[in-house]
């Protein structure tokens, strides 16, 4: 094998795992998961007690 042949094996490898996270990130199971992530930062920090050594 030639380097071309080579370099084309590895490029179609790695558009398959492209292929592959994108479908895993696009999927149905995974939404209301990423929807609960995109949400943390903003959810209020104020409904935990402040703890012993908190600083304010």
Not at 18 to 24: E, M
Not at 25 to 36: D, V, Y
């Amino acid at each position: 094998m030639d380097s071309g042949t080579i370099s084309g094996i590895v490029t179609a490898i790695f558009v398959g795992v492209f292929i592959g996270i994108v479908w895993w990130a696009f999927s149905a199971r995974n939404k209301q998961r990423f929807e609960e992530d995109a949400r943390l930062p903003f959810e209020d920090d104020d409904d935990k007690p402040a703890q012993k050594g908190d600083k304010q």
